[in-house]
């Protein structure tokens, strides 16, 4: 069963950094697409970031472009959301979640597994 596991969250100061880690199980972190969304109190889950299978397509919210870096680790099954310069607009519950290719990677509708989420608290 596809499992994904999000950790790194936590509290910081506005300009800080966070890096957010989504390990998945083998056969989904080799085969699909991996996103970041994120939810505040009182919003729409909105996407943050994606990055394709073969590592090397990478897509961003305009909002944390040249502040958010996703990379994975294939040796780790683990795909990280490093964050940089964090301002308290970008708190929120994050999501890490899979997507079977040939969708839309910014779209929620796409992803087919989900992980349990991830505080990030930006104080000003």
């Known amino acids: 069963q596809a499992q994904l596991v999000e950790s790194g969250g936590g509290s910081v100061q506005a300009g800080g950094s966070l890096r957010l880690s989504c390990q998945a199980s083998g056969p989904i972190f080799s085969t699909y697409t991996i996103g970041w969304f994120r939810q505040a109190p009182g919003k729409e889950r909105e996407f943050v970031s994606s990055?394709?299978?073969?590592?090397?397509?990478?897509l961003y919210q305009e909002s944390v472009q040249g502040r958010f870096t996703i990379s994975k680790d294939n040796a780790k099954n683990t795909v990280y959301l490093q964050m940089n310069r964090l301002d308290p607009e970008d708190a929120a519950v994050y999501y890490c979640?899979?997507?079977?290719?040939?969708?839309?990677?910014?779209?929620?509708?796409?992803?087919?597994?989900w992980g349990q989420g991830t505080q990030v608290t930006v104080s000003s």
């Open positions: 979640a899979a997507s079977a290719g040939g969708r839309t990677p910014s779209d929620p509708q796409s992803y087919d597994y």
């Open positions: 990055i394709d299978v073969s590592g090397y397509v990478a």
